[in-house]
């Protein structure tokens, strides 16, 4: 029988370097760290699953040994689990993968989960539900965004992530910064994607950054609206009306009222590196 303890000795083992994840991956033990991803105890699955997350977080060859494991079966439910703590982690080990290989994402935003695609339960993730588990969810998809595949890109998008990545820019300014990043990387692979990103008033939003008290977060939003949008909102400034029902969800996105808010949230959250 396996302990929590045992299991706490192999999460704190893949904590470092990829010489100690290699230390760990290659002794035989993933398939069984599979396995307990679906233990009924959460002191087990818990650090199973940051083991699993860490060893996912090494090198390339590292995280395919984790998901030809078959990782990626195992950590699906997880989302969700009753657990806040192991939704988090779930969605940060997920994360880790879009964060690999354009193939190792292809695998993740292509998985179905019980006839469901899995990249669907992310965007529910991510737009939703407690902050931890939102910012990490949102991690999944910035790194598809940013990973520059064309294919796993669209296919994220079919998903609902472009809404999603535009509630992103009324969190604190860590992850404005995070939703501004992917949406570049949209717009990056293809300037298609300018037009559904207006449906989604992410237009709007831009404007409203622009006034965003720092430096880096005033950059980024007028590098995305100047390449991509600046003619556009000329264009529609002749037929402006009184905003109809926008101003609602606009004024979640006020720079002055809204910065710093779900950061004050976020105390003594663990940030973790995002490959």
Request: with cysteine; net charge negative.
């Amino acid at each position: 029988m396996v302990g929590p303890h045992a299991c706490f000795t192999g999460r704190y083992a893949t904590d470092g370097d990829d010489d100690r994840i290699e230390a760990v991956s290659t002794l035989g033990m993933l398939p069984t760290l599979v396995q307990l991803l679906g233990h009924e105890k959460s002191a087990i699955v818990t650090p199973c699953l940051r083991t699993v997350g860490n060893i996912i977080s090494g090198n390339d060859i590292q995280a395919q040994r984790m998901l030809d494991a078959g990782a990626l079966p195992a950590i699906a439910p997880l989302l969700q689990h009753e657990k806040v703590n192991i939704q988090k982690e779930a969605c940060w080990t997920l994360s880790n993968i879009t964060g690999g290989t354009a193939a190792q994402a292809a695998v993740l935003v292509n998985f179905q989960h019980h006839g469901r695609p899995l990249i669907r339960r992310v965007c529910e993730r991510a737009s939703g539900g407690h902050v931890a588990v939102r910012k990490e969810a949102l991690w999944v998809l910035a790194n598809v965004c940013t990973g520059e595949n064309a294919a796993n890109i669209r296919t994220i998008v079919d998903a609902g992530a472009l809404p999603v990545l535009r509630d992103a820019l009324a969190m604190d300014r860590s992850m404005v910064g995070v939703g501004l990043d992917a949406i570049l990387g949209v717009l990056t692979v293809d300037r298609i994607y300018a037009a559904e990103l207006e449906q989604h008033h992410v237009v709007d939003v831009l404007e409203r950054l622009i006034d965003y008290p720092d430096e880096e977060i005033y950059q980024k939003a007028t590098r995305i609206f100047s390449e991509y949008f600046a003619a556009a909102d000329d264009d529609d400034n002749d037929d402006d009306d009184d905003g109809g029902d926008d101003g609602e969800l606009l004024a979640a996105f006020d720079p002055g009222a809204g910065a710093g808010v779900a950061g004050g949230e976020m105390d003594g959250f663990e940030q973790i590196n995002q490959q």
